[in-house]
């Protein structure tokens, strides 16, 4: 069963922006942490921004362009996405952490940034 449902990947020029979406409705369970991350091929899965109680976190590579928010009505995560560089092409995945068990991931959602 899908747990989380990522949307609004896509191809876009340098400098565009994009917001990936990501519907975590379907979890019960008490969140301790949503988060976005992102993968290209060879690379390790690498932490993109993260929400805790309010507080956020986003890496240094994407500080000043990336926003992360959520909709708590909605049950939705965001990542706003601006001023794209073609270093940013990769996939984005959605991420829940429970207070307790495993963590919930999304399937992945593809940017790509054209020079």
């Known amino acids: 069963q899908v747990m989380l449902v990522e949307s609004g990947g896509g191809s876009v020029q340098a400098g565009g922006s994009l917001r990936l979406s990501c519907d975590v409705s379907r979890i019960v369970f008490t969140i301790k942490t949503m988060g976005w991350y992102r993968q290209t091929p060879g690379e390790q899965r690498e932490m993109v921004g993260t929400?805790?109680?309010?507080?956020?976190v986003v890496a240094d590579s994407v500080k000043g362009r990336f926003t992360i928010s959520k909709d708590n009505t909605r049950k939705m995560l965001y990542l706003q996405m601006n001023s794209l560089k073609p270093e940013d092409t990769a996939v984005y995945y959605c991420n829940v952490r429970l207070t307790t068990g495993p963590d919930f991931w999304g399937k992945g959602t593809l940017v790509t940034v054209s020079p």
């Open positions: 929400l805790t109680s309010g507080n956020t």
